[in-house]
T-cell receptor, first 116, second 114 residues
Framework: ETGVTQSPTHLIKTRGQQVTLRCSSQSGHNTVSWYQQALGQGPQFIFQYYREEENGRGNFPPRFSGLQFPNYSSELNVNALELDDSALYLC???????????????FGPGTRLLVL | QKEVEQNSGPLSVPEGAIASLNCTYSDRGSQSFFWYRQYSGKSPELIMFIYSNGDKEDGRFTAQLNKASQYVSLLIRDSQPSDSATYLCAVNIYSGGGADGLTFGKGTHLIIQP
């Protein structure tokens, strides 16, 4: 167990709807990254939040957005859901130290989203 | 464009033998390298990270990095049936100007045969 928690565990939505996924980081970790993992693929980086601001973003459209709160927890919001958004959404927390170990990321259990 | 390549397998290894998992990456700026294990239906679990050329050992696991050849591998000694999982290789470039996130390969499915 990493101490990273995510909710909900499973979710079913309809195309065009909006969804919010939540993540609580491991104690002491102030950075949260979100990944999308489609079936049979490796996780793909969506974005990272540090000190409540987006600190980097992968190749995902603007309908993927996020927030980080003062307690370092985070939300991932996806608007106008598409069938291809069906995937496992992973949250990972880390503690940047300014060194090479700043991206040692520890994953939560994930939220499995199905879009119908 | 950053790419990480892994043989998808399945890689079948007898119990007690050494399992060897390989990964190549395209970006010479990659500075940190990670191996994650993922059981079916679960999230990735960190096994090891390595930053310097050479070998790094942790219990039954040894990570090997060769930056000149852009190659990183994971050896699992005395393989156990519980090691059967998908192993994900991930790399990161530390640019100092923001996060690029980890770039993952598609993973190698490892099967340890009792």
């Amino acid at each position: 167990e990493t101490g990273v928690t995510q909710s909900p565990t499973h979710l079913i939505k309809t195309r065009g709807q909006q969804v919010t996924l939540r993540c609580s980081s491991q104690s002491g970790h102030n950075t949260v990254s979100w990944y999308q993992q489609a079936l049979g693929q490796g996780p793909q980086f969506i974005f990272q939040y540090y000190r409540e601001e987006e600190n980097g973003r992968g190749n995902f459209p603007p309908r993927f957005s996020g927030l980080q709160f003062p307690n370092y927890s985070s939300e991932l919001n996806v608007n106008a859901l598409e069938l291809d958004d069906s995937a496992l959404y992973l949250c990972a927390s880390s503690l940047p130290s300014g060194g090479l170990d700043q991206e040692t990321q520890y994953f939560g259990p994930g939220t499995r989203l199905l879009v119908l | 464009q950053k790419e990480v390549e892994q043989n998808s397998g399945p890689l079948s290894v007898p119990e007690g033998a050494i399992a060897s998992l390989n990964c190549t990456y395209s970006d010479r700026g990659s500075q940190s390298f990670f191996w994650y294990r993922q059981y079916s239906g679960k999230s990735p679990e960190l096994i090891m990270f390595i930053y310097s050329n050479g070998d790094k050992e942790d219990g039954r696991f040894t990570a090997q990095l060769n930056k000149a050849s852009q190659y990183v591998s994971l050896l699992i000694r005395d393989s156990q049936p519980s090691d059967s999982a998908t192993y994900l290789c991930a790399v990161n470039i530390y640019s100092g100007g923001g996060a690029d996130g980890l770039t993952f390969g598609k993973g190698t499915h490892l099967i340890i045969q009792p």
